[in-house]
Every structure is written in C-alpha cells, then in structure tokens.
C-alpha cells in the first residue's frame, strides 16, 4: 500500500504546475529567415537588428497580463517583421488559438497575405500546419489555406480590410492584430467604431485576450492612434 501511495506522489510531482511557452522574441530568433526578396537584410532574424521591439513583443507571451499593447510609430521602422509577422506565426505554431489581422483595403491584404505571410509561413516550416480543420462534405472544396483565411490546429486566422466589417462581426477572436489603424478614417461612421468593433469581437476572451494597435499618425486632430494611445 505504502508502495502505491509513493508511486502516485512520484507521478503527481512530474505534472507540471502551469504550462511553459516560449517567450515570442525567442521564437523569433529559432525559426525566422528573412528572404532576399523582402528584406534588405535577409537571413536569421534577430533583434539585434531592432532591440526597440523586443520588449513590445514579449508582452504577448500568454502569462503576460498585458491586455492590449498601442504602438504609434513612425515609417519603415521595422515593425510589421519584427512584431507584426512574428505575432501572427506564434499564434500559429507556439499558442494556436482564433485571430484576426485587419489593415486598412482588400488590396493590402492580397499583396500582404501573398508576399509576406505565404513567405513567413514557408520558412518557418509551418505550411504542414494550413489545412482546414473540419471533415469535408462531399464535393466541398474548403482547404482552410485561402488568401482570407489560415485554418490550423487550435485556431484560425481571419484576413480583413478596414472596409467590410460585417465579415469581421461573424467571429469571434482571442486575439486581433490592427494595422495602420489611422487609414481607417472614413471607412466606419466614426473613428470610434472601429475601435469598439474589434474590442467587442474579442469579448468572448475578454479575460485572456491580446490586442495589437498600430499605425503610423496621419493628422493629429483626428488620429485614432494617438487617441488609443
């Protein structure tokens, strides 16, 4: 009986108290190459090249509390690789759950999505992961890796442009990564609309959920970053 009651105890104490994840600076740095086709300075991806956004970064590791993280920045700094991209391929392979990306048209996207992402998504070897996740009907031709959209295992990630936000009402996302918010001007009834629209499709992980604004300020009376900011 003795016996019995160690093992259990010995088996107890192998359960790991929390889940570990990686922190996402670090998972940058393990699996991003940079093309020569995209980058000025292709190879391993490092933050030595960009040390102002590691912290930003890491404050999307699943234990951190921080909520949502507003980045008003200035052009051609860096962040769409360096914490943009590396966001949205560790919600892929590290912590898989329900995401959105939405920049400012549908053109941006198709050129963003097919250049970009199809790239990162390649070269980090996650291309094993893109398949649809529901059994297919017969005849169906869904294969969950479309220019909209990325099925994996533990999530999806939905593609918008600022302009069609009854797409983005149709889901609900643990995380939503915002771009060049300041070009949304016009595009909703207010400049407060789309805030509150992507803040309410997140509500369900209301608790757990991770917000990324950024932009690039247009015209500081109207700025929507500088307001979330």
Not at 143 to 169: Q, V
Not at 179 to 206: H, M, P, Q
Request: contains cysteine; aromatic residues 10%; positive net charge.
């Amino acid at each position: 009986m003795i016996d019995a009651i160690d093992f259990l105890i010995e088996q107890f104490q192998k359960i790991p108290v929390a889940q570990e994840y990686e922190l996402p600076s670090h998972f940058a740095e393990r699996v991003r190459k940079l093309p020569k086709s995209l980058t000025p300075l292709p190879g391993p991806f490092s933050f030595q090249r960009f040390p102002y956004f590691r912290k930003i970064v890491d404050l999307f590791h699943p234990l951190n509390p921080a909520r949502e993280v507003v980045l008003m920045k200035g052009n051609q700094l860096g962040s769409n690789v360096s914490v943009l991209e590396t966001l949205l391929l560790y919600d892929i392979m590290v912590e898989p759950k329900p995401q959105c990306f939405i920049t400012a048209s549908n053109e941006l996207i198709k050129t963003g999505v097919n250049t970009r992402i199809e790239s990162m998504i390649n070269i980090a070897g996650a291309r094993h992961l893109i398949f649809a996740q529901s059994p297919k009907a017969k005849g169906s031709r869904n294969t969950g890796d479309t220019a909209n959209a990325k099925e994996y295992p533990g999530g999806f990630l939905h593609f918008f442009g600022s302009k069609n936000p009854d797409r983005l009402r149709q889901n609900s996302y643990k995380s939503a990564k915002v771009d060049e918010v300041d070009a949304y001007k016009g595009t909703l009834k207010s400049e407060g609309d789309v805030v509150e629209l992507i803040r309410n499709r997140t509500d369900a992980y209301i608790r757990n959920r991770k917000i990324y604004w950024a932009s690039t300020p247009l015209v500081d009376q109207t700025s929507i970053i500088k307001k979330t900011f």
